[in-house]
């Protein structure tokens, strides 16, 4: 065993030990800020930084979201009633924003209104796109993957992708020009910072698209 490191076994580790680890060492994270329409109708936008794609042949988005007080959070609740959600990219631009949606709002209280957040309707589902967000995807609900007591992962198929032309030439997204935030552990976001470039060894892949 090498000097200098604490090791901590993680089984009957405390829940807010582990997550607050997890959060200081898987960095930096992504940010889905979801837009999805209650029951009533009411449109929610929450962030969710555990978060990834997961599949790209049909294109799927996967988030986890977490409890609260041993029931699901708005968005959960909505995407679990209508299968549908959208998730917007969050940049430097939208960041203020974003972070105050993730304040404990009532169920029936929309977000977008209460903040004044600019909203455009989608094409395929029900949940409207964030304007002052770059690139927005439209999903549908695929897989619901309970993980022990308190997490849930919702795995969604990306339905359409809305691209501004500000970070996008017909064929390439510019990750750099889009200025995505990151969350590292709370309360810390961070931006991009040095990028490296170097020749793509793999094939990528191709091939025809699963869901034509
Ligand atoms: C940057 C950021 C990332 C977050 N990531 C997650 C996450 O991955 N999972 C989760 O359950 N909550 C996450 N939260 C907390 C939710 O945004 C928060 O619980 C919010 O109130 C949920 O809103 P809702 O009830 O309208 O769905 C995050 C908060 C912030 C600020």
Redesign the pocket.
Known sequence: MPEGFTTLPASGMDTATAYRLLCGIVVPRP?AWISSVSVDGVV?L??????NYVAHSPPMLA????S?SGGL???ARNIEASGEFVVNVATEANMELM?QT????APQESEAQALGIALLPSTHVKPPRIAISPVQMECRLQQVVRLGALNTLYIGEVLAFHLSNQVFDGKQIDSIKMRPVA?LGGPYYAALGDTFLRPILQTPPVGKPANA
């Open positions: 940010i929610n929450a962030p969710f930084s555990s978060y988030v986890n979201i977490g609260r959070k708005d968005t972070h993730s304040a404990e709002f969350r």
